[in-house]
C-alpha cells in the first residue's frame, strides 16, 4: 500500500470491523456477519470486497479456491487517521472540543471516568 492513506467509506469500515475482529475472513464469513446487523446481498459484500483490495484497504490471499481477506492497516492506525481527521475538520484541531462534545453528549461509566482521569494523570507528569 502507498503512503497515500485511503478513507475507507462507512460499508467499508463495517467490513474492516469483522477483519479486525477476526484477523482473517473470507467473503461469506464477513457477509455472514454484516447479514446479522444489516440486510446486505452476498453480491454486494463480494464487490465491496474486491474494491476495497484494489484500493489497497485489505490484502488478498488467493492461493486457495476461496480467498482470504484481511486489514492492509490495523484498527488504531486507521482509527488515529479518521479520529485526526475528524479533530481537524470538524473541532477546528482542537482535540478538547473532542472531548468536551465526547463526554457531554455520552454517560461513561465509572470505569471509563477512571481511564480517563488516569490517561489526564499521566499527560500531567509528561
Do not use: C
Not at 475472513?25 to 484494489?54: F, N
Not at 492506525?77 to 472540543?97: A, P, R, V
Request: proline share 1%; charged share 30%.
Amino acid at each position: 500500500m502507498s503512503t497515500k492513506y485511503i478513507k475507507p467509506t462507512e460499508s467499508e469500515l463495517e467490513i474492516l470491523q469483522v477483519l479486525w475482529e477476526r484477523g482473517t475472513a473470507s467473503v461469506r464469513d464477513v457477509h455472514e456477519e454484516l447479514a446479522k446487523i444489516k440486510d446486505v446481498g452476498y453480491t454486494t459484500t463480494l464487490k465491496l470486497m474486491q474494491i476495497m483490495h484494489e484500493k489497497g484497504l485489505v490484502k488478498r490471499d488467493d492461493t486457495f479456491k476461496t480467498h482470504i481477506y484481511q486489514s492492509a492497516a490495523s484498527k488504531e492506525k486507521t482509527q488515529k487517521h479518521l479520529l485526526g481527521k475528524m479533530i481537524d475538520n470538524l473541532f477546528g484541531g482542537s482535540s478538547t472540543e473532542l472531548v468536551i462534545q465526547a463526554l457531554g453528549n455520552h454517560k461513561a461509566s465509572a470505569a471509563e471516568l477512571q481511564e480517563i482521569q488516569q490517561l489526564l494523570d499521566n499527560l500531567k507528569k509528561q
